[in-house]
């Protein structure tokens, strides 16, 4: 995990986000990186950039851990890689048909 020093915030800016922190019980940094996470996404999805998948958002979230390296790495590769094989398929729910 690296830090990230954001120079020249305006003072309204930094009381509203410190305002949102303690109303929802977290700290000043937790808030702004979650405003942060939250623009991004907006951004994202404005400008067309198509979605991560779940496993490419948890290797984010390990790599701030240290790293998705090794034995689980593996394992998640290989569910994408058989995630992606299932597009287009046919649906099965179970149901018999009569």
């Given at each position: 995990?690296?830090d ?8 309204a800016?930094?009381?509203?986000i ?8 977290q ?7 979650d ?17 991560r ?27 994408e ?18």
């Amino acid at each position: 995990m690296s830090d990230l020093l954001i120079r020249s915030v305006p003072e309204a800016l930094r009381r509203e986000i410190s305002q949102a922190a303690k109303s929802s019980g977290q700290s000043l940094s937790s808030t702004a990186i979650d405003l942060l996470r939250e623009g991004l996404s907006a951004r994202r999805r404005q400008e067309g950039q198509p979605r991560r998948s779940t496993w490419e958002m948890l290797r984010s979230a390990f790599e701030e851990f240290g790293g998705a390296d090794g034995e689980f790495a593996k394992i998640m590769d290989e569910i994408e890689a058989e995630r992606k094989r299932d597009f287009g398929r046919p649906v099965d729910f179970g149901r018999d048909e009569d």
